[in-house]
């Protein structure tokens, strides 16, 4: 069974900084693309930032400029760094990767979604 974990949710002041995580475990041999999303009460789940296998990146509008996604291919992780956070960044945020693992000898393919966690900025 493969599954991605989130950590690094909270509450922080306009102005602040917050690192989230999120690592794949399971019988994992690579993963594709990797990316965050978020989904503010009301509204649709959104991309955030994403990171090709290659390490090329792609940011939302909102946030270029302030968050940083990167990964760990040898941890399996990824982060996204958040700087200068703002009260519209408040919301439930979410990781997404294309996971490639084993079941017993078999390989396959699948994109997972991690469980979220909570970011809320406010003062």
């Known amino acids: 069974q493969v599954q991605l974990v989130e950590s690094g949710g909270d509450l922080v002041q306009p102005g602040g900084s917050l690192r989230l995580s999120c690592a794949a475990s399971?019988?994992?041999?690579?993963?594709?693309?990797m990316g965050w999303y978020r989904q503010a009460p009301g509204k649709q789940r959104e991309l955030v930032a994403s990171?090709?296998?290659?390490?090329?990146?792609n940011y939302a509008d909102a946030v270029e400029g302030r968050f940083t996604v990167s990964r760990d291919n040898a941890e399996n992780t990824v982060y996204l760094q958040m700087n200068n956070l703002k009260p519209e960044d408040t919301a439930v945020y979410y990781c997404?990767?294309?996971?490639?693992?084993?079941?017993?000898?078999?390989?396959?393919?699948?994109?997972?979604w991690g469980q979220g966690t909570q970011v809320t900025v406010s003062s």
């Open positions: 990171i090709a296998s290659g390490g090329s990146t």
């Open positions: 997404n990767a294309g996971l490639n693992f084993f079941v017993g000898r078999e390989r396959k393919f699948g994109v997972y």
């Open positions: 399971g019988s994992i041999f690579s993963i594709s693309a």
